[in-house]
T-cell receptor, first 111, second 109 residues
């Protein structure tokens, strides 16, 4: 089954803990993205990566970190420095040109 | 600065009525614009893009560079059109996509 897989679907975290969200794609896409989706604010770009071992900050990168060691994988770490981490996180990928393909999302709740 | 504006958070129409979801953008370069849709319990997916100039599920959108708009239209709304709609701008020469805040469309029976 091809596509983008995000895990876990739901995640709970205590304040002060780091947490890593997984994003894997088997579409052979070069570019990968992380967005945060909040009610009334739409999708805001956290990080994106055009190729392996390269990534750029988006509009709201503070408190987040990423890595791109493999083409298929683009994990996002939500660090304790992120002041308001409770949100719905969407991962996407894109071939050289064209549309974004999205995962089903991960909902993070900080207790 | 690049920006995408969707002025309506919620749009309610009756089944069979025309629908127009507004999208305005701010970008000095040559824009590539998209409409994405998120149905209940489904992932966000592409509805249409301005380059293809096609109609998908009865929806069309025309890029108006003079008014910097890319409004989504459908002549006769169906209940299954109820969803969240996002307008997105791709800035040329980059991999960056910018999304609007979204419009929730409710089609009433």
């Amino acid at each position: 089954d091809g596509g983008i897989t995000q895990s876990p679907k739901y995640l709970f975290r205590k304040e002060g803990q780091n947490v890593t969200l997984s994003c894997e794609q088997n579409l052979n896409h070069d570019a990968m993205y992380w967005y945060r989706q909040d009610p009334g604010q739409g999708l805001r770009l956290i990080y994106y990566s055009q190729i392996v071992n390269d990534f750029q900050k988006g509009d709201i990168a503070e408190g987040y970190s990423v890595s791109r060691e493999k083409k298929e994988s683009f994990p996002l770490t939500v660090t304790s420095a992120q002041k308001n981490p409770t949100a719905f996180y969407l991962c996407a990928s894109r071939p050289g040109a064209g549309e974004l393909f999205f995962g089903e999302g991960s909902r993070l709740t900080v207790l | 600065a690049q920006r995408v504006t969707q002025p309506e958070k919620l749009l309610s129409v009756f089944k069979g009525a025309p629908v127009e979801l507004k999208c305005n953008y701010s970008y000095s370069g040559s824009p590539e614009l998209f409409w994405y849709v998120q149905y209940s319990r489904q992932r966000l997916q592409l509805l249409l893009r301005h380059i293809s100039r096609e109609s998908i599920k009865g929806f069309t959108a025309d890029l108006n560079k003079g008014e910097t708009s890319f409004h989504l239209k459908k002549p006769f709304a169906q209940e299954e059109d109820s969803a969240m709609y996002y307008c997105a701008l791709h800035t040329s020469g980059t991999y960056k996509y910018i999304f609007g805040t979204g419009t929730r469309l409710k089609v009433l029976a």
